[in-house]
């Protein structure tokens, strides 16, 4: 099952569509870096995180561990079957992180001055902030030479080829080491707000929490994107169907295990109550668990028939639940005090969406010219 | 032995002990000088090897500086300096006129050669080969020169010597010049000022006479422990100018409240002196311009004294003011509008619509093995 390029158009209604939200997003954006957050931000001195960190950056990462996932798996565990997945889930790797690490200057109020965290003299050292900018800015540095095998496949660059080969192990230790630093510090990052995140949210082991629902976001991710690409470039799905089922598996105990800590956290630190006296918080938090626990559902109950379909459904469950773990963490579970208020704007919104539709965009792209997803069709023999 | 001078100085000056170590004291203090220093000034003047020789030349001024050292409230301050220093040449103290005043100074260069300390009040006419202010026939340009030629030490007094002053207000037909622009090769100690603290000049000629040296000085050749800091910085009405408190005109109710000069043209914030710390006149608090109300001119500072208008506003130097101050009631952030929640309502209705096709296709995809999965 060698990768390589489906061809195909590239002018479709879909692309159409996402290029002309990302030049809604670039128009918002011109905005912002021209006249100020005020001109299309709602974010303010209560609530100076908004989507463009919460989702953009936290999630936007956190959906862009596949690759970190699949090494922990391919590389790690030793398990190559799944190496047919390790290019397109590098792919969104690829676009996730990069375009994370780029709209984090969207939310830098003097965002001239963005390269002084990387700079060692502006550096303080006990800041999770300067270890999560530091590591997130190797690891996309990392992804692009992890990916450098396709683009020197579809170029034909020998020197990249060989260095690669030879190197390659190094990169992909660190490919597995440096996701597991900075998605733990983004739990972290919350530590540091202490009493102004909800005790439904707040704990010590958020570190650990944001981990596990990376890594099982990875492997929802993997199992989302082989469904999808299927479906949307009208592929078959039987060939990656075993690997996706076993996948899932994994995910589902990675789950188990999520929810055991979480509630067992909350038990233990004894903010039991917090879970029905909250309000809105209460709800969302529900909201949060039901979704963590259907995939579960979905994927460890016996009396379900598991097909393509079920498995699609369990990681979109997985993805909401770990994308609405992080905006409650982040935003909802966020009180700083009387009178605060937060939520996106229009323009906000537009700018977050284009980015997706970039990251979209770029993957068909990609997928279209370059040797990524796993060949296979009627006139290649298996 | 040090008692017994000191007990000397008492009968002499008819000055309590106690009352010279407080002088001493106040001296070391404001010259920033280290604990032990004020013994250090005590045993120079008291026990004085030779008293330093002081000539002292009056060119383009109005002997203000000269008036402020003589009247200073505190009793015994010009007892002292001319107890100190030997003022061998001085116009306006001088009972001698004349031939027998240019006499006299002549004496003395000759005998202190290389040892007298020069004070220079007043600018120095250079404009037409100084023919503007002459002493006895010769030009100021000359005399100046003349004396500096073997002083041990050179300090200018006032703003006119200092850098010019009001004589070289512009047009300023004269040329008037300072001393430093005149003489180039020995360090001139600049005590800017109209008139300058009479404390800030003595303090000067005191440490020459402790250390044998002159204090150290700034660019402008003033002496760092009086001209280091800023007006504004240890004003008294500060608190007013960070609370945006001012007063707008002369005798409004901020003025009488005592509320910040800035807006009446107080050249505070880009003048460098310490008179808002050691007063004038011994007399306590308030006993300065700003404390009594007025403006202060920048009198000390080239290009702010005699040049800009009173009612010019300064440039704040070091503490630029906020653009804005805080609001009292912030924004506190904008909720869910019509606008966004719709939004967000048809991005989250637009995925699940995607992934309920996707999932269809994929029921039928897997349940057919060679059909095309997506219309």
């Known amino acids: 099952m060698k990768a390589q390029p489906i061809g195909g158009r590239l002018v479709s209604p879909v692309t159409l569509v996402l290029t002309v939200l990302i030049l809604l997003a670039a128009f918002f954006g011109a905005q912002r870096f021209l006249f100020g957050f005020n001109s299309v931000a709602n974010i303010n001195d209560g609530f100076p995180w908004g989507i463009w960190i919460a989702w953009d950056v936290v999630i936007g990462t956190g959906l862009a561990c596949g690759g970190f996932a699949l090494a922990l798996l391919v590389y790690i565990a030793n398990q190559n079957q799944y190496h047919p997945l390790m290019r397109p889930a590098l792919l969104a790797s690829v676009f996730g992180y990069t375009l994370g690490g780029i709209s984090v200057i969207f939310d830098l109020g003097r965002y001239w001055n963005f390269w002084h965290i990387l700079f060692p003299t502006y550096q303080q050292y006990g800041s999770v902030m300067v270890e999560v900018a530091l590591c997130v800015t190797a690891y996309i540095i990392v992804l692009w030479i992890e990916f450098s095998p396709v683009l020197a496949e579809k170029f034909g660059w020998p020197g990249v080829k060989k260095f690669t080969g030879k190197w390659m192990f190094l990169f992909i230790a660190l490919g597995v080491l440096l996701p597991t630093m900075h998605q733990s510090s983004l739990g972290s990052l919350l530590i540091v707000y202490g009493q102004q995140i909800h005790p439904l949210w707040q704990t010590m082991l958020l570190p650990l929490l944001f981990l596990l629902s990376a890594v099982a976001m990875g492997y929802a991710v993997v199992v989302f994107e082989a469904c999808v690409s299927t479906a949307g470039f009208k592929r078959k799905i039987d060939h990656e169907l075993p690997l996706i089922a076993s996948l899932s598996k994994i995910m589902a105990w990675l789950l188990v295990a999520f929810i055991v800590i979480r509630l067992g956290d909350i038990v233990a630190r004894g903010a039991f109550a917090a879970m029905f006296t909250s309000g809105v918080k209460s709800f969302m938090f529900w909201v949060e668990m039901t979704l963590y626990a259907l995939p579960v559902a979905m994927l460890l109950s016996p009396s379900v028939k598991r097909d393509a379909k079920i498995y699609f459904l369990a990681a979109c469950s997985m993805l909401l639940a770990a994308v609405l773990y992080r905006i409650d963490a982040y935003l909802v579970g966020y009180e700083t005090g009387p009178g605060w208020n937060y939520f996106p704007a229009v323009p906000e919104i537009m700018i977050t969406i284009g980015i997706v539709a970039f990251e979209i965009l770029g993957y068909i792209v990609f997928v279209r010219f370059f040797p990524v997803l796993p060949g296979h069709g009627p006139d290649k023999a298996h | ?375």
């Open chain 2, 1 to 375: 032995m040090f008692r017994d001078s000191i007990d000397a100085l008492e009968a002499k000056l008819g000055l309590e002990r106690r009352t010279f170590l407080k002088f001493c004291a106040a001296m070391a203090a404001t010259m920033g000088l280290p604990k032990g220093a004020e013994a250090q000034i005590a045993n120079a003047i008291a026990t004085p090897a030779k008293r330093p020789s002081v000539i002292w030349l009056h060119f383009q001024e109005c002997t203000g500086c000269t008036e402020s050292l003589l009247r200073a409230e505190h009793p015994t301050l010009e007892k002292l300096i001319l107890e100190i220093i030997s003022l061998d040449y001085h116009e306006s103290l001088f009972a001698a006129a004349g031939h027998q005043a240019e006499a006299a100074r002549y004496a003395a260069m000759e005998a202190n050669k290389g040892k007298y300390v020069l004070v220079v009040e007043g600018a120095i006419p250079v404009k037409d080969g100084g023919i503007y202010c002459k002493i006895g026939g010769k030009t100021a340009l000359d005399i100046l020169k003349e004396c500096a030629a073997d002083a041990a030490a050179i300090i200018a007094i006032g703003s006119c010597a200092s850098w010019g002053g009001m004589p070289s207000t512009p047009p300023n037909p004269t040329g008037a010049s300072p001393v430093n622009a005149i003489i180039k090769d020995k360090p001139v100690v600049t005590i800017p000022g109209c008139p300058p603290n009479p404390y800030n000049f003595l303090s000067t000629v005191v440490h020459y006479l402790t250390f044998g040296s002159l204090p150290k000085i700034d660019a402008e050749g003033r002496p760092l422990f009086a001209y280091s800091r800023l007006i504004h910085e240890n004003c008294e009405r500060r608190a007013h100018f960070d609370a945006g408190r001012f007063a707008m005109e002369f005798g409004d109710e901020g003025h009488r409240k005592g509320f910040c000069l800035y807006k009446l043209g107080c050249k505070g914030p880009e003048t460098y002196a310490n008179c808002p710390s050691i007063l004038f006149g011994d007399v306590g608090s308030g006993s300065w311009p700003v404390g009594t109300g007025h403006p202060c001119f920048g009198c000390t500072e080239k290009g702010v004294g005699f040049y800009k208008p009173i009612h010019q506003l300064a440039d704040v130097k070091n503490v630029v003011p906020p653009a804005s101050y805080p609001r009292v009631v912030e924004e506190q952030g904008v909720g869910a509008t019509l606008g966004s929640a719709a939004l967000v309502a048809a991005v989250a209705g637009l995925a699940a619509g995607a992934g309920y096709k996707v999932a269809g296709n994929l029921g039928k995809d897997s349940s057919g093995p060679d059909k095309d999965s997506a219309e």
